[in-house]
């Protein structure tokens, strides 16, 4: 990358190349078209043939029938849940189907196979720019270039991201946003404005960046700290504040509108599945153990290391070019730094951050710093699944790597010719490692959940519910309980309690309301269940759907964490709570014959702690403008508040009494 005591270039005449229709043939663009599109065409086979909604892919459609409905973005008519951690993602299917009127499950899988397909040459077409023009230098790899795909198959190679290409989650957008964002970033770094001063164009396309990078909150959580950066190294970089400010406010007035619409409707800082999952933890071990299943199966430090070295090889070739560029056309050493003083070595140190060089500095760290993210947060259940993202990041400035026939002055070749073979030897390889990866399972068995409860999630529902590519809801009824659910609804939906799973795979327990109901209590038929997708999409939309892991269920979210839980399942609520929150009978017989009887009654007095009230109001109550404010001052507290998920520590945790036991 070229640094800012760079001598100025004469601009140099493009070598004769060959001609067809009277346009000169660019070695360097055709292998790049040509790859982008033969890899858009075997991930979108390989992600077709792989096709499938996940149970928490139909989590989210939920939340987009109720908006359609007209209830609002809530999962429970009546309650104001964000059950969905990517806003971006929710809205993005609410529009679509909205749009089409289509059946939900096939616009998500179309939104997600198209995003898939579309990010990976994205990215190949960003990364192929670091290979051909340089900021003040011009062209600088004179032979004749090719640039082929590396990073891009690594990607696609693995079973896992052609899994998660139609999953319906939100990997698909966040690896479609991650390419745009490298796009724009490389574009920008690219530009001369070392004065700060844009012209129209460019003050466009540097607040669509500013733009970009402020949506990653609303994408994922997590990736505020990729945007975060981008946008820091932004606005550090020579702009006029005029411009800066207009920056920010590109940046900052969507998420930032938006959080204070969470606050107000929902009485919290983050989406419920951030408190449910509870991030301020760390579970390194489980992480280690994480990385372990994805790395083992398919052998991924090998492609990881040619990458390295492809990159520090690529690095150290276009620093001889740029170099040897320079020798030839400069008519005098000239310092770009004027002066010596403090301003001047801060003014030298902002040109440096609008360089290439500084851009991939920047994916990379961030790409690690997401990797080591969810490490310390113990990995996920599903095999691969969160750190596809982190390997696209990592993958961005390595997706097509250029391997040049050098040509100009025979000493200069030697190297040159080096490096073409060792690049052309690190493809082969990557191709090699591709090819004979493509197929393999990522864990020996499908229908069972590993010891450290991580699950090949496809291959585990399509084994046991005996349909190749699940899509829709329906395809789900044949999940053990399912079928049997829907039948229980239609049964007891008018009567109003609470439904709960029992051994037997055929059949539920109902708990109905007394007669008559207690006062304030309403008359709705409750499902308490953990897969919460299929079950959610497979009932009304006026029974209340509610999961023991809160992901849908504030109770549950606001309970501590389990130290040793599966991952991503650490939050496990007791049936007791339940029924005394939703006002079932709660003693034998009526009441099924695995819940305490005392619990109940525990959870009943411990649900009347002034805390809990005040939270079951934030998202119970009427939304008006009161509600609104008070859940603006109180959000900060609501989302950090937690009880004890054992009935009896939560009475002496309020100092509330606890209640005689049932005769």
């Not at 982008?36 to 077709?48: E, H, K």
């Not at 606050?263 to 760390?282: E, I």
């Amino acid at each position: 990358m070229p640094s800012v005591e760079q001598r100025p270039i004469v601009e140099q005449r493009p070598s004769a190349r060959p001609q067809v229709f009277g346009r000169r043939i660019d070695p360097a663009t055709t292998s790049l078209a040509i790859s982008a599109v033969v890899v858009a065409v075997m991930f979108g086979y390989g992600a077709w043939q792989r096709r499938w909604i996940a149970d928490d892919g139909l989590i989210v459609l939920r939340t987009v029938r109720n908006l359609l409905a007209g209830n609002g973005p809530v999962f429970n008519k009546g309650e104001r849940v964000e059950a969905n951690t990517s806003t971006v993602w929710t809205y993005l299917i609410w529009f679509w189907s909205w749009v089409t009127g289509g059946q939900t499950e096939y616009v998500v899988l179309w939104i997600a196979l198209v995003l898939s397909i579309a990010a990976v040459p994205l990215a190949m077409y960003g990364t192929g720019r670091l290979y051909r023009i340089d900021k003040g230098v011009g062209p600088v790899n004179r032979g004749a270039m090719l640039l082929l795909p590396l990073g891009a198959l690594v990607y696609i190679a693995l079973p896992p991201a052609r899994d998660f290409a139609t999953s319906g989650l939100e990997v698909s957008l966040c690896i479609f946003w991650a390419a745009l964002l490298w796009c724009q970033l490389v574009a920008w770094s690219q530009r001369e404005t070392s004065t700060g001063r844009l012209d129209r164009t460019q003050t466009i396309t540097t607040l669509l960046l500013g733009f970009t990078a402020g949506l990653a909150p609303l994408i994922r959580p997590e990736l505020t700290l990729v945007g975060g950066c981008a946008l820091l190294l932004v606005v550090c970089a020579p702009m006029t504040w005029r411009m800066r400010l207009a920056f920010a406010a590109a940046a900052g007035t969507v998420p930032v509108l938006y959080q204070i619409f969470r606050m107000g409707y929902y009485g919290l800082l983050v989406p419920n599945t951030a408190v449910a999952k509870d991030a301020s933890g760390s579970k390194f071990e489980q992480g280690f153990r994480y990385l372990g299943n994805m790395f083992s199966p398919y052998l991924l430090l090998l492609p990881l290391i040619v990458a390295v070295v492809a990159a520090a090889v690529t690095w150290y070739l276009r620093r001889r070019q740029i170099a040897t560029a320079a020798d030839a056309a400069a008519t005098g050493p000239i310092d770009l730094r004027k002066g010596s003083g403090l301003g001047a070595r801060a003014g030298a140190f902002s040109r440096r951050l609008q360089t290439p060089s500084a851009v991939v500095a920047l994916i990379v760290v961030t790409g690690l710093i997401e990797a080591f993210y969810w490490v310390r947060q113990g990995g996920d259940f599903m095999h691969a699944r969160v750190l596809l993202v982190p390997l696209f990041l990592l993958m961005l400035p390595v997706m097509v790597i250029p391997i040049t026939i050098p040509t100009g002055p025979a000493r200069d070749q030697l190297a040159g010719w080096i490096g073409a073979g060792v690049m052309t030897g690190l493809w082969v390889t990557t191709v090699v490692w591709a090819i004979s990866t493509s197929s393999v399972a990522g864990m020996t068995n499908g229908t069972e959940i590993g010891r450290g409860g991580i699950v090949d999630e496809r291959r585990y529902y399509i084994q046991n519910i005996g349909i190749e590519h699940p899509i829709t809801a329906e395809d789900y009824l044949g999940y053990p309980r399912v079928r049997a659910m829907v039948e229980s609804i239609a049964e007891h939906q008018d009567t109003g309690g609470v439904l709960l799973p029992s051994p037997n795979y055929d059949e539920w327990y109902f708990d109905p309301l007394p007669v008559p109901p207690p006062e304030g209590v309403a008359k709705q038929l409750s499902v308490f269940y953990l897969n919460l997708g299929m079950t959610s999409m497979n009932a009304p939309l006026d029974v209340r759907v509610i999961d023991q892991m809160g992901l849908a269920y504030p109770i549950a979210a606001h309970s501590d964490r389990l130290t040793d839980g599966r991952i991503g399942h650490d939050k496990d609520l007791d049936p007791e709570w339940v029924v005394a929150e939703s006002g079932a009978f709660p003693r034998y017989p009526v009441l099924p014959p695995f819940i305490d009887q005392d619990g109940v009654k525990q959870a009943q007095v411990a649900l009347t702690c002034k805390p809990t009230q005040d939270l079951i109001a934030s998202y119970s109550a009427p939304w008006t403008f009161e509600r609104f404010r008070h859940n603006l001052r109180q959000a900060v507290g609501f989302t950090s508040y937690r009880i004890d998920r054992n009935p009896l520590y939560e009475l002496q945790r309020c100092n509330l009494p606890i209640p005689e036991p049932v005769p």
